[in-house]
């Protein structure tokens, strides 16, 4: 069967998303440590990239809108990255465009909150409930967040929260669930 046939089985997806995942590891493992950080940081900027093609939101949300801002709150550990990442990308008609906020996530469709931020904690707890796609990479999980970004056997991979999503208004499709490592606070 020619690949894009392979990909729309469920044994194709399951095999197309083992095979990112190795070549991820693989690409992890062989940066030097140095360098790692930077390749962690290239890795969670291409999910936060791709999570919004398989979110659907309130469509009070999105009414008025002319872009899809995917925001980071300081410091912004991802950097050229997503912003070259997402360049000429749109979403729902929309083009995304990458915000750096610092107190208020207003217009923001995804936000990503780095461990590194000062009161991770406190921003995802503020936007709990809110039509807002809230990533982070803080450990633990925080309140209100929908997706935790970790490194497990240096792997980039994701955890969510279907209570925070449910809160949030937001729709996750079934292909975004299957692949991610957990899946906690509802019906998987």
Not at 39 to 48: C, I, N, T
Request: aromatic share 4%; charged share 20%.
């Amino acid at each position: 069967m020619p690949p894009h046939v392979l990909l729309h089985t469920r044994a194709g997806r399951r095999r197309a998303s083992a095979a990112i995942a190795v070549v991820a590891g693989v690409l992890l493992a062989a940066i030097p440590a140095a360098s790692r950080d930077s390749a962690e940081f290239q890795l969670k900027a291409a999910f936060l990239k791709t999570f919004p093609q398989f979110v659907t939101w309130p469509r009070a949300a999105l009414e008025g809108r002319s872009t899809f801002d995917i925001c980071v709150a300081p410091p912004d550990t991802l950097g050229p990255s997503l912003r070259e990442l997402v360049k000429g990308t749109t979403v729902g008609g929309r083009p995304v465009v990458v915000r750096l906020v610092n107190d208020s996530a207003a217009g923001c469709q995804v936000l990503f909150v780095s461990a590194l931020a000062p009161d991770a904690t406190g921003r995802l707890r503020a936007l709990a409930g809110m039509p807002v796609l809230t990533v982070t990479d803080a450990k633990p999980r925080g309140p209100g967040a929908v997706i935790q970004l970790r490194v497990v056997a240096n792997k980039v991979r994701f955890d969510v929260n279907l209570a925070a999503a449910n809160a949030a208004g937001l729709k996750l499709n079934a292909q975004l669930l299957r692949v991610a490592l957990n899946v906690t606070g509802g019906a998987e």
